[in-house]
């Protein structure tokens, strides 16, 4: 009996991107470092939402055309404190909507930079528009050198397989260990609920399960769509145990498979999803992440797949993460709203340079799990290298780290994945043998304040003391209500914090804002920010 095959509907909602049909007008304005006449050339202007950027010119001017609409700009650059922000501006059709000076941070003063003075002397009456900039926490990463080994922590194998096609066998075909460009193996692996593995041995043309000792469990064949076999395919399997298959090329396909091996779903992907390369399951739910870092939610729906609408990123929580290698001495791992604006960008510093960062996935404590590939010598002439395993908390957080050696994959797909205890599972693989190993991550408890700082001061309401008043940074940083004479304390990672001051109660939308205070944090310090006067009713 021939295997069913549905044709798949993507259902793209709210957050997809809108039309680009319609009346137009532009955006224009000029990029200059904050306090300075100088402008800045060759920084990049993202339109919230929108496949739409352009690069400032030579004098820092740039040009948008949009539809009728309120946007919300990114600005990216050489030398600029990263996702800095213009929002809510509206554009109009057949009108110019000039926002004049537009003011942006920069890393460090500019060597050509002209006096504050000068420069508001020769604006005059313009007032600029100043770019705002998201939490900035900066973290360094642990060690000084490449390490020789894994490190103090010992690895459980759990599976090793030789080349074959038996139970607890895999494909394997070519020498990674002689460059040889044909070197290949199964390029996907997951960890089910239970701990189980499921490996994808593309060459045999099928999934294989192993239980929580790594003895093989059975297998069942893996859908074709021709007679070759295609190695560019990553495995998640979600909370009930559902499999879901990603297969990568010209025309991406989705196949799902229930807990037995059976086909539930397959069918072609829209040609909107091509780029799209890994399947990570978060919650239960296979998010396709794409090459621009970008996520959409998919799961079975009436009449095929059904795609949520596109995220900015990994869901963690209530936001989205992404990350990405800044240089060769660190990373940038960005957490956004679901709206895409960037709620903070923690800068990760690296004694050892960095060749790439990697997404494996997000924790059930809610921590971000990171692979950051280190080396020593030039990015091409590497003669050692090492993984950091890193868990990061939504806040900037290093929650645990660990050094685990490289896969040693010519043709590297997927190289690891979560354990529902948060451990991390390596695939390493060579001429002899596949390798499913075991690392347990070290996790930090919450309550840890080591690597912290101390903000302190006094909330007053009308000159009075603000007993009782609320003292937070966003979501998960709160200080007990502020004391009978309005004093607070509040512990913090480094970085730079926005904290937000509320009267006892207050939250509704007839309410006044919050008062908002932006504060640097330094590992050990204290900083006394005084009094803070809470926000004047409305």
């Known amino acids: 009996m021939p295997v069913p095959r549905f044709a798949a509907m993507l259902l793209l909602g709210a957050l997809a991107l809108p039309a680009q049909a319609g009346p137009k007008g532009t955006v224009t304005g000029i990029l200059r470092y904050k306090g300075c006449l ?17 690069t400032s010119d030579t004098g820092g001017r740039f040009l948008l055309e949009l539809p009728t609409g309120k946007y919300s700009f990114v600005i990216r650059g050489p030398k600029l404190v990263p996702d800095q922000r213009v929002d809510d501006v509206t554009v109009t059709a057949g009108v110019m909507k000039d926002l004049g000076i537009v003011e942006v941070w920069a890393d460090e003063r500019p060597a050509l930079c002209v ?44 599976v090793r397989g030789s080349p074959g096609s038996g139970p ?76 879901l298959v990603l297969t990568e090329g010209e025309s991406p396909a989705l196949t799902q498979y229930d807990p037995s091996g059976k086909v539930i779903l397959s069918g072609a992907l829209s040609p909107s999803f091509k780029g799209v390369d890994q399947i990570l399951s978060v919650k239960g739910r296979p998010v396709f992440l794409m090459l621009n870092g970008q996520s959409v939610r998919a799961e079975l729906g009436w009449g095929g797949i059904r795609a949520e609408g596109t995220r900015p990123g990994l869901p963690a929580g209530d936001v989205y993460v992404q990350a990405e290698r800044a240089g060769r001495w660190g990373a940038l791992v960005r957490f956004a709203a679901a709206d895409g604006r960037v709620r903070r960008t923690v800068n990760l510093r690296s004694a050892i340079p960095i060749s790439r960062v ?33 868990s990061l908390t939504p806040h900037g957080q290093i929650a645990g780290s660990l050094v685990v050696p490289p896969g040693d994959r010519r043709w590297l797909f997927r190289e690891f994945a979560l354990a529902p205890d948060g451990a991390v599972v390596q695939m390493q693989s060579d001429l002899a043998e596949v390798r499913l190993v075991r690392w347990p991550l070290p996790s930090s408890p919450r309550d840890a304040v080591a690597g912290e700082g101390l903000v302190r001061g ?81």
Do not use: C, Y
């Open 38 to 54: 100088t402008g800045v050339p060759g920084a990049r202007v993202m339109v919230i939402g929108r496949e739409k950027q352009v």
């Open 115 to 158: 006096p504050d003075a000068a420069s508001a002397a020769a604006t005059g009456d313009i007032e600029p528009t100043v770019a705002a900039a998201p939490d900035l926490p900066a973290v360094d990463l642990p060690g000084t050198a490449v390490t020789a080994a894994a490190g103090a922590v010992s690895p459980q194998v759990l």
């Open 168 to 243: 607890g066998q895999f494909g394997l075909q070519g020498n990674p260990a002689r460059d040889d460009e044909d070197a290949l193996g199964p390029p996907s692996f997951a960890v089910a609920p239970t701990g189980a593995l499921l490996v994808l041995d593309v060459l045999n043309g099928r999934i294989q399960r192993f239980d929580l000792r790594g003895k093989p469990a059975g297998s069942f064949p893996v859908l074709r769509g021709t007679s070759d076999p295609v190695f560019e395919q990553d495995l998640a399997v979600g909370d009930d145990g559902s499999i």
């Open 358 to 390: 990697r997404l494996v996935g997000v924790n059930r404590r809610g921590d971000v799990v990171l692979a950051v590939d280190r080396h020593d010598g030039s990015d091409d002439e590497a003669t050692r290298a090492e993984i950091l395993l890193l």
């Open 458 to 538: 006094r909330v007053l309401d009308g000159g009075r003391p603000a007993a009782g008043a609320s003292v937070s940074v966003g979501k998960g940083f709160r200080a007990p209500p502020a004391g009978a004479d309005g004093s607070f304390e509040l512990r913090l990672p480094p970085g730079t914090w926005t904290i937000a001051f509320r009267k006892a109660g207050a939250n509704g939308p007839t309410d006044p804002p919050p008062a908002e205070l932006k504060v640097n944090v330094n590992v050990g310090s204290t900083v006394d920010v005084g009094t803070v006067q809470l926000a004047v009713p409305r």
